[in-house]
T-cell receptor
Framework: GIQVEQSPPDLILQEGANSTLRCNFS?????LQWFHQNPWGQLINLFY???GTKQNGRLSATTVATERYSLLYISSSQTTDSGVYFC??????????????FGSGTQLTVLP | DTEVTQTPKHLVMGMTNKKSLKCEQH?????MYWYKQKAKKPPELMFV???????INESVPSRFSPECPNSSLLNLHLHALQPEDSALYLC???????????????FGQGTRLTVV
């Protein structure tokens, strides 16, 4: 099956710092999403980005589909950015078995 | 509106109980999903319904029984669960199950289940 690898597994930042999270995947994808899971378990949609670049406030994301990776940038981090960031992909070749597969996540802690 | 609503938020049940988790969306999505998430792990797919028909069952034990009564509702019936089934159960929906075009998935806030 598809491999989805996220790095780093853990990241501790001081408030105001910038960070880059990476997601590598092993096959061509139809769908790639970035989520933020808050401490209450809610998965919040950040980006739907199977290719290209998008920006939303302090967050931006880039997916280079041909090289099978995606990056999530967080600028001027705030304590409320803390939580787990997941990348999830749906591969192109799975036929009727299409589904989102999650990476193992990056645990981000932003210190005041 | 991109809301998926799950009830209850928390559930404690005994190993001999029967309970149900509910999920509802009104976005006109025709694919709905159940995921299970253990602590410090990513969500893992359990079931997919596409146009109210079961499309994927990831070899889930029969003590978990999904049901999709209509295009807006998804249930997960629980019976004779084990303590190791304690987890966060997440429901999601998307316009359709995969393929080209926008298949962005939206998740509910989850049901935190404890089996005692």
């Amino acid at each position: 099956g598809i491999q989805v690898e996220q790095s780093p597994p853990d990241l501790i930042l001081q408030e105001g710092a910038n960070s880059t999270l990476r997601c590598n995947f092993s096959d061509s994808v139809n769908n790639l999403q970035w989520f933020h899971q808050n401490p209450w378990g809610q998965l919040i949609n950040l980006f739907y980005i199977p290719s290209g670049t998008k920006q939303n406030g302090r967050l931006s994301a880039t997916t280079v589909a041909t090289e099978r990776y995606s990056l999530l940038y967080i600028s001027s981090s705030q304590t409320t950015d803390s939580g787990v960031y997941f990348c999830a992909v749906e591969i192109s070749s799975s036929g009727s078995a299409r589904q989102l597969t999650f990476g193992s996540g990056t645990q981000l802690t932003v210190l005041p | 509106d991109t809301e998926v609503t799950q009830t209850p938020k928390h559930l404690v049940m005994g190993m001999t109980n029967k309970k149900s988790l509910k999920c509802e969306q009104h976005m006109g999505h025709r694919a709905m999903y159940w995921y299970k998430q253990k602590a410090k792990k990513p969500p893992e797919l359990m079931f997919v319904y596409s146009y109210e028909k079961l499309s994927i069952n990831e070899s889930v034990p029969s003590r978990f029984s999904p049901e999709c009564p209509n295009s807006s509702l998804l249930n997960l019936h629980l019976h004779a669960l084990q303590p190791e089934d304690s987890a966060l159960y997440l429901c999601a929906s998307s316009l359709r199950q995969g393929g080209w075009g926008n298949t962005e998935a939206f998740f509910g806030q989850g049901t935190r289940l404890t089996v005692v």
